[in-house]
């Protein structure tokens, strides 16, 4: 029996389907991967403790080392709760330009990301050596600080830029870390934090202002939040800086919908 005409065309047009079906699957079935596992972009100076950070956040208490300068940009993800949640973790490499550049084009532009954790430390960033040199490393701090705030501008500029392409607003949290060194500070950890905050006035403060405008309040939500992994004498509890963690995670959850 010979297929009518109609038949034939039907047949088509469920056969044409068939591609259309997977690819709405496949964005469906990556859709909620990207909401459980959200990429999070976590920047910064060197010397800052992003690798230590992301450590804690993943459940690493232990970390196995810390990648050279220079590498690429480095994969980590989060241990899963009991709800299969958690996140990915692209932490951008602190030194060497031409690495450093490439890494933050990757994590803003080629591949973006759903927030965004800078790591600042209020000037007390770990010195580094130069590769094949010995003895302490040298830190003035005020010339820590006046890196800091160059790097910051770097990275400012692309996450206005990738916050403006984005059809959904973008996070960006502040984490002030090495709080254990800031009890001595005129007003303490609270004095830092807000110092790092929009509206404060200060250098790092302006910039912010500066992003919210370029970005819009809309599309760029901007959070500042104190964090420190080591514990400095009797400085910070351990208590203290699991609080500290844990109000991090917490609010990185409340971000990405995980709440």
């Not at 964005?27 to 690798?51: E, I, L, Y």
């Not at 501008?153 to 960006?172: G, K, Q, Y």
């Not at 403060?205 to 919210?212: K, N, P, S, V, Y």
Request: aromatic content about 4%; charged content about 25%; some cysteine.
């Amino acid at each position: 029996m010979t297929p009518r005409p109609t038949d034939r065309l039907s047949r088509r047009g469920a056969l044409r389907a068939v591609p259309d079906a997977l690819v709405r699957g496949r964005d469906r079935v990556t859709g909620v991967f990207q909401h459980r596992f959200p990429t999070v972009a976590v920047t910064g100076m060197t010397g800052v403790g992003k690798t230590e950070l992301v450590d804690h956040l993943c459940g690493r208490a232990d970390p196995e080392g810390t990648p050279e300068a220079g590498s690429a940009v480095m994969e980590r993800r989060v241990r899963r709760d009991r709800r299969l949640r958690g996140f990915r973790f692209r932490v951008v490499p602190g030194e060497n330009a031409a690495t450093r550049l490439g890494a933050l084009d990757e994590v803003f532009h080629d591949d973006p990301v759903d927030g965004v954790l800078h790591v600042v430390a209020n000037g007390y960033a770990t010195g580094r050596r130069l590769a094949g040199t010995t003895g302490p490393a040298v830190v003035d701090r005020t010339e820590q600080l006046a890196r800091e705030l160059e790097d910051w501008t770097v990275t400012a500029h692309r996450i206005a830029a990738m916050a403006v392409r984005r059809p959904h607003p973008t996070w960006l949290i502040v984490v002030v870390t090495k709080a254990d060194l800031y009890t001595d500070e005129p007003g303490g950890v609270d004095a830092v934090v807000r110092s790092y905050s929009p509206g404060s006035g200060t250098p790092f403060g302006d910039r912010l202002d500066e992003l919210r405008a370029l970005a819009g309040a809309a599309k760029l939500s901007i959070d500042v939040l104190p964090a420190c992994s080591h514990l400095d004498g009797d400085a910070v509890s351990p208590e203290t800086r699991d609080a500290y963690l844990a109000a991090l995670e917490a609010r990185m959850g409340q971000l990405s919908g995980h709440v």
